[in-house]
């Protein structure tokens, strides 16, 4: 094993340069999920991950998940394409699963350089929408496969894999594709590895064993019949922007406390074991705020910073569909705001509890105010939070991976984010599945100038070459 894994190192340090420039061709795809007019570069997408599979060998289907209703649009959904590597009785067979979609980037947004032109900067970072969050990690697995068939070594392991273009949307149709393949193409899965998420900091890898779910709402507010006239009719109508404005103020004070009764109820809580597993951690509040760019944190210690990240729900008001934002000084009342809002949920939180906490309450705070506006409030997505058992072999392989690869011992970490299908492939293949993140704290997903250092690129291709080197050493 030493000496494949030595010429596999070699085999990526000399491909270094190929990895970057595939980079740059999938960055340049920008496949956002959530905005139907980019529903067809999200297709694209998911045509350049089949030609790539077919160019490696890799066999591969896909699934249609069919239509779905966005922005009061029918679209197709993009496909889940599933892939085999090796189909050897004698070897593990682990299953990868990654994301093709991105969230959606606007230069305007304040992004330095064009988000969907892959540029190198002078710190060796690679900018650019989705460089991190997924696409530099799905290439991570295909640079791994490439770089052993160009030395003609056989991986160790066979290799199932799951790709999907709808993650950053709430992942509509996988659920039910997972549940269908768990006795059909994932058959003989006996581990999953998800690289989807980010090292604590940005100096010490990590493995990751939580994450939190996710219930994302909309409360939409109409009143007059169009938008109005401010100096006719201010002091006239009832505003939705106001009522909004009022129900906003409801959800969450400035500390993060929710204001929803009810919600906390179901919170699991903190053990002993868990308090003792923080303060190793290779964390502080400087990490945080060179994540965030600023020093504004709720918490004056990186402990409870830590906590409120991936222990407590969390709710964050994200924006306001129909409202004034342009520059300039419009005197408008808009007809009809709709509020967007998540919980961020953890164990034994459940979904369904949550929403109807939710609708109940903004209900009954609309109906105080007396307003003859109309309110609907609507959950667009939920997943579930997810942990899984960190002494499984699976954890054992990725931390021994680590230390190989960064000569360090991974932190062992839960995180604030969600990947809604990570408790789907646990729950239906009876798996256990683990969190090996490629990029670092400060990478930027979701944010302006998202990127991948190409260190993390290049040394998270050889940690998940090692990975399933690692893995396939253990019985289990
Ligand atoms: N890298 C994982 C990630 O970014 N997940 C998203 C999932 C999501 C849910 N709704 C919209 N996106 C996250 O925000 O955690
Ligand atoms: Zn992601
Ligand atoms: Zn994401």
Not at 325 to 354: L, Y
Request: charged residues 25%.
């Amino acid at each position: 094993m030493d000496a494949h894994l030595n010429q596999f190192y070699a085999q990526v340090d000399k491909d270094q340069n190929i990895y970057v420039e595939r980079l740059r061709e999938v960055v340049a795809i920008p496949s956002v999920s959530s905005d139907a007019s980019m529903r067809n570069h999200v297709f694209r997408m998911g045509e350049w991950v089949q030609n790539e599979l077919k160019r490696l060998n890799v066999e591969y289907e896909i699934r249609d998940p069919g239509t779905h209703v966005m922005d009061g649009h029918t679209l197709q959904l993009p496909p889940i394409v599933l892939g085999a590597y090796g189909r050897d009785p004698a070897k593990k067979t682990v299953l990868v699963y990654g994301h093709y979609d991105v969230q959606p980037a606007l230069k305007e947004d304040g992004w330095a350089t064009e988000p969907f032109e892959l540029v190198e900067n002078e710190k060796g970072e690679l900018v650019g929408r989705g460089s991190t969050d997924d696409k530099g990690p799905i290439l991570g697995w295909l640079n791994a496969i490439e770089a052993h068939q160009k030395l003609g070594i056989e991986l160790p392991v066979n290799l199932r894999m799951c790709f999907e273009g709808m993650e950053e949307n709430g992942s509509e149709g996988l659920d039910d594709v997972i549940v269908a393949e768990a006795k059909g193409w994932f058959k003989d899965v006996d581990a999953v590895c998800i690289s989807d998420n980010y090292w604590l900091g940005d100096s010490k890898p990590c493995i990751t064993y939580g994450l939190r779910g996710i219930s994302y709402y909309k409360v939409t507010i109409k009143g007059p019949g169009r938008d109005l006239h401010s100096g006719v009719f201010g002091g006239t109508v009832h505003e939705p922007m106001t009522d909004l404005a009022y129900i906003f103020s409801k959800l969450v004070t400035p500390q993060g406390k929710i204001l929803i009764p009810g919600i906390m109820d179901d919170v699991a809580p903190l053990t002993a074991a868990e308090e003792a597993s923080y303060p190793p951690l290779d964390f502080n509040l400087s990490t945080l705020h060179n994540a965030i760019d600023a020093q504004n944190t709720i918490h004056d210690n990186h402990i409870d910073a830590l906590k409120g990240r991936w222990r407590y729900p969390s709710l964050s008001l994200h924006g306001i569909e129909g409202a004034f934002s342009a520059p300039g000084a419009k005197t408008v009342i808009p007809a009809k705001v709709i509020g967007k809002f998540s919980i961020r949920s953890v164990p034994n939180m459940v979904p369904e509890k949550i929403d109807a906490h939710v609708i109940k309450y903004i209900n009954e705070e609309f109906a105080k105010l007396g307003s003859k506006n109309q309110v609907e409030v609507e959950c667009l997505h939920a997943g579930k939070p997810w942990v899984a058992s960190f002494e499984h072999p699976n954890y054992v392989a990725a931390a021994k991976a680590v230390e190989r690869v960064f000569k360090v011992k991974p932190d062992l970490t839960r995180e604030g984010g969600s990947i809604p299908v990570t408790l789907t492939f646990q729950d239906a293949l009876n798996k256990n599945v683990l969190l090996l993140p490629m990029g670092r704290s400060s990478d930027g997903a979701h944010s302006i100038n998202e990127k991948l250092d190409r260190s993390n690129y290049i040394e998270g291709t050889k940690l998940l070459g090692t990975y399933l080197w690692e893995l396939s050493t253990h019985q289990f």
